[in-house]
């Protein structure tokens, strides 16, 4: 028996084909037919108007070509779009790779199908056309610091990335020193824009060129002229923002403590003369500042705490309270005459035969009687001579050794003199003798009183 139900199947198929055709224009076209008598020459001619129908459809698709335009400017004709695509697409991620960025080209490129009669389509010259004037861009954000454009960074994460840098530029990397706060006065933003890649700069470029010196600045502000200018509203801007870090330290230092000087007074020195008796040693302290910097350097500091850790030790030391020079007129006397260009000495008046004292310990040089100086003496201190002038009468000779205060003459009106007094004089000695009486420079005696 075999299979019944399929061979029943296949018939019903069949049948239903034949009423489809009957229905069919074909069908129409081969009763319209029947009977008739169709001359050779009519179907040569049908076939040949087909042929010529489809030639003319098949030249009509051939003449349309795809025309490639960079912004409106027609650069070639491809025929197909999807090569010229491709190529644009593997030309951007080529650029792309180079660059490690995204890139989208510059330029709009259209291809736009059109009828082109007697044209030819040249895929090469079309893509070496594109290669030549193609340029790119990528996304980037610039960086804009108070307001004013400054150069652009790939990603708003560049933007942090740069106040990071910034603040850490100016950090005292030491373990004496703990970092409160640091902050980048200025507002620093970031602004969507397409540039080219290579005008992308880092993070870390930007931080020095905000910080740089004048002439690393210049250089870069040359190099970004046309990033800014493609940003769009910031044309013609030159200058670059100063960018201020502040920063606030704890800082623990160790410091010395300075000593203080005692004096103490003592009677076997002369005046003007000290003697250390007790050597000073300074203190040592631990102390923390707080100090607030701008760009590093300091504005301002205050004392957090002070501790001392050594104290400081005071310098002892000894001043001489002891006239050099001794008041030669034991009664003490009146000043007649002072010290100047024309009288080298003093004139202290006294009654006659009042005491002539030596006015410091020394050795007599000279006890003689001069013309206008009357009887004088002269004794050799060491490093000064003192003089005494117009006396009654000497009372040492020359070679005695005489001791402070000791007296050694009355005080008189010899030689040159309107009454009893004492021309006294204290000389700095520049020679090992005498000599005569120009040779050592007389100096106020009054100074030492
Ligand atoms: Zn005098």
Known sequence: MGMPGLSFQRKQFVSRLNRLYRRSELYKLRRWLKGKSVHWLLYLALSGLALA??????????????????????????????????????????????????LFPEQEIT?????????????????????????FLTDAVMVIVDGIPVAPVATEKGVEQLVEQLCLSFVNESNCVELLDVQVLE???GEKCAVSPEQVYSPGEIASLLMGQKKEREMLIASRGTALSRSGRHKGEKSIPTVHVRSVE?????????????????????????????????????????????NGAEQSRTVVSSNVIKKPKSRV???????????PVACGGRITQRFSAWHRGVDIA???????????????????????????????????????????RNLVSAGQRVSRGQTIASLGSSGRSSGPHLHFEIRRKISSSWGGWYNHPAINPLQFF
Not at 54 to 71: E, F, I, K, M, T
Not at 111 to 124: A, H, K, S, W
């Open 53 to 102: 129908i489809g030639l003319g459809v098949h030249y009509y698709q051939y003449c349309h070509l795809y025309a490639v335009r960079v912004d409106g400017e027609e650069v070639g004709l491809v025929r197909s779009p999807e090569e010229m695509e491709c190529f644009v697409k593997e030309l951007t991620e080529k650029c792309g790779s180079y660059y490690q960025m995204d």
């Open 111 to 135: 291809l736009t199908r059109e009828y082109r009669p007697g044209e030819m389509d040249d895929i090469r010259e079309a893509r070496e056309t594109l290669r030549q004037r193609l340029g």
């Open 187 to 189: 507002e620093v933003a």
């Open 250 to 294: 704890k800082v623990t230092t160790e410091e010395r403590i300075p000593f203080t000087t005692k004096y103490k007074a003592s009677g076997k020195m002369y005046r003007g003369e000290s003697r250390v008796v007790t050597p000073g040693k300074k203190g040592l302290k631990k102390v923390t500042y707080r100090i607030t910097r701008e």
């Open 317 to 327: 030391v000894e001043r001489g309270t002891m006239n050099r020079f001794a008041w």
């Open 350 to 392: 006294a009654p006659l035969n009042s005491s002539v004292l030596a006015a410091e310990s020394g050795v007599v040089i000279e006890s003689a009687r001069g013309g206008s100086q009357g009887n004088y003496i002269i004794i050799d201190h060491g490093s000064y001579y003192t003089l005494y002038l117009h006396n009654n």
